[in-house]
């Protein structure tokens, strides 16, 4: 369990800074990317995180097409998209006991 919270921590930290490199390119109001990727991909919004500074990391998904996009806003208010793709799968395992 710390392992994967580990890594799930490098890695928010990871789509952060991809964020703020990408910004001209692959970011927008925030208003518009969840308005896109609702109208366009039906998604909606799946899990929420905070990241390192101040940053909101959101992954949305379609259950009905399996396309999943994740989008990290950062505190001057631009959304930007991160990583995206194919065959997005709800599951609801129990997580193992701590070792």
């Known amino acids: ?21 990408a910004h001209a390119r692959n970011c927008a109001p925030r208003d518009e990317v969840i308005k896109r990727l609702t109208e366009t991909y039906g998604e909606t919004r799946q899990g929420i995180d905070i990241a390192r500074q101040g940053a909101v990391m959101e992954l949305y998904a379609s259950d009905q097409s399996g396309s999943w996009t994740i989008t990290v806003t950062l505190p001057d208010g631009m959304t930007c998209v991160v990583a995206s793709g194919q065959a997005y799968e709800m599951i609801a395992d129990a997580l193992p006991p701590n070792v």
């Open 1 to 21: 369990m710390h392992k994967t919270l580990l890594k799930m921590t490098m890695g928010l930290g990871i789509m952060v800074l991809a964020a703020q490199q």
